[in-house]
């Protein structure tokens, strides 16, 4: 998940793409649009370009999926999962938000 931590985020997806095990990445954009809000384009959304650069360049392979608004972590989380599980069917997955860069350690013991 990733919205406003460009920093973190391209340390994120390099610790990602150094993992060394074969793995599918989705990456969940939102967006500080409140519901409330007009909805604007995700090419609008500040923050936006610069993290789907960051992706294009370091995981190209990925699968990017791009919120209108912002809504809470919670709720993001659980739309998140139900588009994993449900859309995707997988029955595992490794969940990272923007600002936590995992470690060798973290993928050995994950």
Same mark, same amino acid.
């Given at each position: 998940?990733?919205?406003?931590? $460009?920093?973190?985020?391209?340390?994120?997806?390099?610790?990602?793409?150094?993992?060394? $095990?074969?793995?599918?990445?989705? %990456?969940?954009?939102?967006?500080?649009?409140?519901?409330?809000?007009? %909805? %604007?384009p995700a090419s609008e959304v500040p923050?936006?370009?610069?993290?789907?650069?960051?992706? /294009?360049?370091?995981?190209?392979?990925?699968?990017?999926?791009?919120?209108?608004?912002?809504?809470?972590?919670?709720?993001?989380? %659980?739309?998140?999962?139900?588009?994993?599980? /449900?859309?995707?069917?997988? /029955?595992?997955?490794?969940?990272?938000?923007? /600002?936590?860069?995992?470690?060798? $350690?973290?993928? $050995?013991?994950?």
């Amino acid at each position: 998940m990733a919205y406003n931590r $460009s920093a973190y985020f391209k340390r994120c997806l390099e610790a990602v793409a150094s993992s060394g $095990s074969p793995h599918d990445v989705h %990456i969940f954009i939102d967006s500080p649009v409140k519901l409330k809000q007009r %909805i %604007i384009p995700a090419s609008e959304v500040p923050g936006y370009l610069e993290v789907r650069k960051l992706a /294009d360049n370091i995981l190209p392979d990925a699968t990017l999926h791009c919120s209108v608004a912002n809504v809470a972590p919670s709720p993001v989380s %659980i739309a998140m999962k139900a588009c994993l599980f /449900d859309v995707y069917g997988y /029955d595992r997955c490794i969940h990272l938000v923007d /600002d936590f860069v995992p470690t060798k $350690s973290f993928w $050995s013991t994950s």
